[in-house]
T-cell receptor
Framework: GESVGLHLPTLSVQEGDNSIINCAYSNSASDYFIWYKQESGKGPQFIIDIRSNMDKRQGQRVTVLLNKTVKHLSLQIAATQPGDSAVYFC???????????FGKGNQVVVIP | GAVVSQHPSWVICKSGTSVKIECRSL??????MFWYRQFPKQSLMLMAT?????????EQGVEKDKFLINHASLTLSTLTVTSAHPEDSSFYIC??????????FGPGTRLLVL
């Protein structure tokens, strides 16, 4: 597969602060987007999703923003907690097609 | 939520041997499952789509004779890494959709080939 280097972009955030993680997606035909959280040595865990007919969706402590014009996706985590420390991936697909294409990942480190 | 399991969670084998990894959906049926490979500090790369009752669909660049996939039932897919070599050492993860668009991932299997 394509090598993306050995260093993930890292966001260090103080406990209690808000975190913003960004993702640029590649396929303009994608109409479904998901954020996953992956802790070390574990499989990805679903956080929140959004379809292309929306530009914002909120969950518990998380908000996803979608800007289709510039093919940009962001995940905002409110009041970041130590348990939020993980690698976060965005993924894209077309609705009805379960094949996911994952972005490069962002490491979030929460400082107590 | 839906649960997907993998077995084994980790395996060490000698170069040239074959390794089988199982992926099970524990509380739902899945006609389709997906296999990913993940190298350290990298993203998940889709390897293939496992289809119950028919042949798997492989992504470009993935050798189907190297990575054998069998979707034996609506709750089980297996990935066999044949004649494993050190470069096959990786973290292998499966996923299954329990309904449209909601995919659940297994905990992963770490393979180390000596």
């Amino acid at each position: 597969g394509e090598s993306v280097g050995l260093h993930l972009p890292t966001l260090s955030v103080q406990e209690g602060d808000n975190s913003i993680i960004n993702c640029a997606y590649s396929n303009s035909a994608s109409d479904y987007f998901i954020w996953y959280k992956q802790e070390s040595g574990k499989g990805p865990q679903f956080i929140i999703d959004i379809r292309s007919n929306m530009d914002k969706r909120q969950g518990q402590r998380v908000t996803v923003l979608l800007n289709k014009t510039v093919k940009h996706l962001s995940l905002q985590i409110a009041a970041t907690q130590p348990g939020d420390s993980a690698v976060y991936f965005c993924a894209e697909s077309s609705y009805g097609n379960n094949r996911l294409a994952f972005g490069k990942g962002n490491q979030v480190v929460v400082i107590p | 939520g839906a649960v997907v399991s993998q077995h084994p969670s980790w395996v060490i084998c000698k170069s040239g041997t074959s390794v089988k990894i199982e992926c099970r959906s524990l509380d739902f049926q899945a006609t389709t499952m997906f296999w990913y490979r993940q190298f350290p500090k990298q993203s998940l790369m889709l390897m293939a789509t496992s289809n119950e009752g028919s042949k798997a669909t492989y992504e470009q660049g993935v050798e189907k004779d190297k990575f054998l996939i069998n979707h034996a039932s609506l709750t089980l897919s297996t990935l066999t890494v044949t004649s494993a070599h050190p470069e096959d050492s990786s973290f292998y993860i499966c996923s299954a959709p329990s309904r449209v668009e909601t995919q659940y991932f297994g905990p992963g299997t770490r393979l180390l080939v000596l």
